[in-house]
């Protein structure tokens, strides 16, 4: 389809790739923005590619009406972020009634998932074991143990990291290189005074690799997790 070919073309003429982000669109850098759905009712211009879902924390403030008010157009790529959260008091009933919401809708538009998950990994499993979906659960800012992380991509789960891989003693730092390199991606989250390019640096240090080589495999990873065909 012809918006598939405009993703690759934008993919392939930059710098970066953000999967990731509740940051400005920025030169040179492949940008998936997060907005909640408060921002994306405000927005009176919207970014280049952009992801919109219920953050568990915002739940109170959204309807599933809103939800499906969603206009599915080339540049929405993604669901979310969207998932679930124990450190916080609402009930997580409530956020697994408003997560699978999202999981419906992105399946029936066939878009990938961007999942926000704090302590909540073996009940996003089950969640997910259950769903024969098709499309990509991506988590982002994944922070589990190297265990959990192995038995979630084994359950078919992808993952992105961002600012934890600057500090060497966080588990991503540890273990990036021992995951399979085609199922994970980079991002920035909500770090305004972190570039994407320090984490690119960072992730091409720890793997021993060229930065243009890193790029070339997270344009892949990209096409292969976020982008439908």
Partial sequence: MDDYFVVKRRLSATQYIDCHSHQP???????????????????????EFYSVGVHPWYIDNHSEQQLQSLNNNPQLLAIGECGLDKSIA?????????F?????????????LIIHCVRAYNELMAI???????NAWLIHGCNCSFQQ??????????????????????KPAQYLK?????????????????????????AAR????ELDALHQQMIKN?????IND
Wanted: hydrophobic share 45%.
């Fill in 25 to 47: 669109d920025l030169s040179g850098v492949f940008r998936i923005r997060s907005l909640d759905f408060k921002e994306f009712a405000s927005q009176n211009v919207f970014p």
């Fill in 90 to 98: 609402l009930p997580l009933a409530e956020q697994i009634t408003v």
């Fill in 100 to 112: 699978e919401q999202h999981i419906q809708l992105a399946a029936d538009w066939h878009k990938p």
């Fill in 128 to 134: 997910k074991l259950s769903h024969s979906t098709a």
């Fill in 149 to 170: 992380l192995q038995q979630l991509l084994a359950a078919g789960f992808y993952c992105s990291f961002g600012s934890s891989l600057l500090n060497p003693k966080s």
């Fill in 178 to 202: 021992d995951l399979p390199i085609d199922r994970w991606l980079l991002e920035t989250d909500a770090q305004a005074e972190i570039g994407i390019d320090q984490i690119y640096s960072c």
């Fill in 206 to 209: 720890i793997l021993g690799w």
């Fill in 222 to 226: 990209f096409e292969r997790i976020l």
